[in-house]
């Protein structure tokens, strides 16, 4: 709801013809702008919808507001909206834009009703953007639970990026602000399959350190893919930098350097394949951390 007080009413205001406007007016016996309405001193609101004038006193100002009714979605023989419907929304415009691409009047504009109605159903964008997180984890399969724990993990953590990636500004959210409620699928499966691996008591440890891996890659990846020319460029400047002898660390990496640096193409070819690599010997890790708790696990057993 908009809410605008008396001393911020200015005479022959237009109203936005484009949204339905609230107008809360705090009524006082001392302002004269609008003795017809405000002489009470109650609060008054008045509901324009289309386009009007707000000004003016008495009989013309009532008239004013009167003469342009409220009209209601299901008047104009549109459905009610729904929480479920501002989401998607939102969704789509992630997709699009980004998830710190996109602004609440944004929103608002995409599903053509006024902001307050997005604040009505979802709260604020805080809220918001947490639910969009919520739908985009949720299009994240599962792997069957028939899969040795490593293969399982490396079939997920796939399924993450390309979902993530769809999505930009999500794996960073994720990563920061940590899981959502929509995760709770993932998380109980990914638990599941470490704990029946043997990780015991560290299975919660080695899940965070999978997923924060993982999410992290992606939130870097997203930020280079943000401007692809820029991107581009900067990449040819290092390979030639790898060109150099004099750059004896750089020119080790020359001939990777250069065929990374051709197209954006071949850059988000290479991101999958470090993606891959980097996840992999996290999975190394967590490998060898599994030989130490079955030892140490042993040795308690043998008590």
Excluded at 159 to 164: F, H, N, S
Excluded at 236 to 256: I, K, L, T, Y
Excluded at 264 to 285: E, M, N
Aim: aromatic share 6%; with cysteine.
């Amino acid at each position: 709801m908009l809410l605008v007080q008396r001393a911020h009413l200015r005479p022959e205001a237009a109203v936005d013809s484009r949204t339905t406007t609230v107008v809360a007016v705090w009524g006082a016996s001392t302002d004269t702008r609008c003795p017809a309405l405000t002489s009470t001193g109650t609060l008054i609101i008045i509901i324009v919808f289309g386009r009007g004038w707000v000004g003016g006193t008495g009989a013309k100002y009532a008239a004013s507001v009167m003469s342009h009714p409220p009209k209601s979605r299901g008047a104009v023989g549109l459905p009610p909206m729904t929480s479920d419907q501002v989401v998607d929304a939102a969704v789509r415009l992630t997709v699009r834009h980004g998830i710190d691409g996109w602004t609440i009047r944004g929103l608002a504009q995409e599903l053509g009703v006024a902001q307050a109605v997005v604040y009505h159903h979802v709260g604020g964008r805080r809220q918001l953007v947490r639910s969009v997180a919520q739908r985009v984890v949720a299009q994240v399969p599962l792997p069957e639970f028939d899969l040795p724990w490593r293969q399982w993990f490396e079939v997920l953590l796939a399924d993450v990026r390309r979902v993530a990636l769809r999505h930009p500004g999500i794996a960073r959210h994720l990563v920061v602000l940590g899981p959502v409620a929509g995760a709770q699928r993932v998380i109980d499966a990914g638990l599941r399959v470490l704990r029946e691996a043997g990780f015991a008591d560290e299975a919660a440890m080695i899940y965070n350190y999978l997923a924060n891996t993982a999410l992290g890659l992606i939130a870097v990846e997203d930020e280079r893919n943000a401007d692809p020319d820029e991107r581009v460029a900067l990449a040819r400047e290092v390979a030639e930098m790898a060109s150099d002898p004099g750059n004896e660390g750089m020119s080790a990496m020359g001939d990777w350097l250069r065929s990374r640096a051709l197209n954006i193409d071949h850059l988000r070819a290479s991101d999958a394949q470090f993606y891959r690599f980097c996840v992999g010997r996290a999975l190394d890790g967590a490998q060898a951390r599994l030989a130490v708790v079955k030892r140490r696990s042993a040795r308690r057993r043998s008590r």
